[in-house]
């Protein structure tokens, strides 16, 4: 094998691992495309529904501000009680729920 | 025998190696460091899944660069340009690179948390609940193109007959690697995708039509040297003017 033969092939495994992180991070960063992975409940099933929407809510939480000792304000999500404990309409108001989306 | 086999050997294995190495590289240079913005979308548990698209395309790009170089080498439309002993080193090359980043490629998707994929879905065709038709055509050109590529290191039990038959093939896998970047890719409505896809497979249709024609009108110039032509355009026309 001739030196030339080896350094395309070195050249190519080199692009080639350069081309990768270079086209992750650009997806990453740009968080692209209006689609997202299988999305599955617990019991590891795919969720055909969500699959078709383009961007779909997994699972609902609530953010809830706490106080810490110190007196700082902090915020923490937490998950939505099940369908059966929902809580009463103003106790809702008070804990407005947010949804957890994959944007592709 | 045994002996003429070991610098294939060695060669498969330091094509192996280079890409094991060039994978944790890959990886490393992929994840966040230490000291990376924890909100940055790389330390998000979406990671695996953006660098599932990235080798995607990766290992298309791959496999598009090693169908036109074989097509090179059959046509013969490079020489002039590049060595034909260089065209089809890559050819061989590129053809087990693509193998290990087409494995990284479906690999790459089992630890994401999210997405939760099995080895039995990334590795058994249409097993996946997720576009099951898509990943599966995946799955089967994964195993095709392996296929293919050890074809070259049995030719001698094939035959040359058995062999071209087996290598047209991969005219089948490309299409089907387009569809499956097309219809699996979470990317595939975005235009850089578009251009990717529409780009690299007119450049082999084209690539393929010069290799039909150069062999027709070599057949009607000079019958007998078409015939030579065809039953050695492979590597064994290579290797002969290589040694």
Redesign the interface.
């Known amino acids: 094998m001739s030196v030339r033969f080896l350094a395309s092939k070195v050249t190519t495994v080199a692009a080639s691992v350069a081309l990768f992180g270079g086209v992750t991070a650009w997806i990453a960063a740009a968080r692209g495309g209006g689609q997202q992975a299988p999305l599955r409940d617990a019991g590891g099933t795919t969720d055909a529904a969500a699959q078709r929407a383009p961007a779909t809510i997994v699972r609902k939480v609530y953010v809830v501000q706490r106080t810490a000792p110190d007196g700082s304000v902090y915020f923490e999500t937490v998950a939505a009680p099940a369908a059966s404990a929902q809580p009463s309409a103003p106790a809702a108001a008070r804990r407005a729920p947010t949804t957890r989306t994959r944007a592709s | 025998m045994m002996a003429a086999r070991l610098p294939t050997l060695a ?1 498969a294995s330091a ?1 192996i190696v ?2 094991a190495v ?2 944790f ?2 990886l490393q ?2 994840l966040p460091s230490n000291g990376a913005d924890s909100t ?3 330390y ?1 548990v ?2 695996w ?3 599932g ?3 995607g ?2 290992a298309f ?2 496999l598009s660069a090693s169908t036109l170089l074989g097509l090179g080498v059959s046509s013969r439309v490079f020489d002039g340009l590049l060595l034909r002993p ?1 065209v089809f ?2 050819h061989q ?2 053809s087990i ?1 693509v193998l290990a ?1 087409m494995a990284f490629h479906a690999l790459i998707f089992l630890p ?1 948390p ?4 099995s080895i039995v879905e990334l590795m058994v065709p249409f097993a ?4 099951p038709l898509a990943v599966g055509l995946g799955v089967i050109v994964l195993y095709g193109s392996l296929i293919v590529t050890a074809s070259f290191y049995i030719k001698q039990w094939l035959g040359q007959r058995g062999w071209r038959l087996m290598h047209y093939a991969s005219f089948a896998l490309f299409a089907g690697a387009l569809v499956h970047g097309a219809t699996a890719g ?2 595939s ?2 235009a850089w995708a578009q251009i990717v896809y529409l780009g690299a497979g007119l450049g082999v249709m084209f690539f393929t039509f010069f290799r039909i024609l150069a062999v027709r009108r070599q057949t009607r110039s000079n019958p007998a040297a078409a015939a030579r032509s065809t039953a050695h355009a492979g590597p064994r026309t290579v290797s002969g003017s290589r040694a």
């Open positions: 060669r094509t280079a890409v060039a994978g590289i890959a240079l992929s940055s979308a790389m998000s979406h990671r899944w953006y660098m698209r990235a080798s395309f990766v790009g791959l260089w080193d890559m090359f590129l690179f980043a994401d999210y997405a939760q994929f996946s609940a997720y576009r979470a990317d409505h975005q």
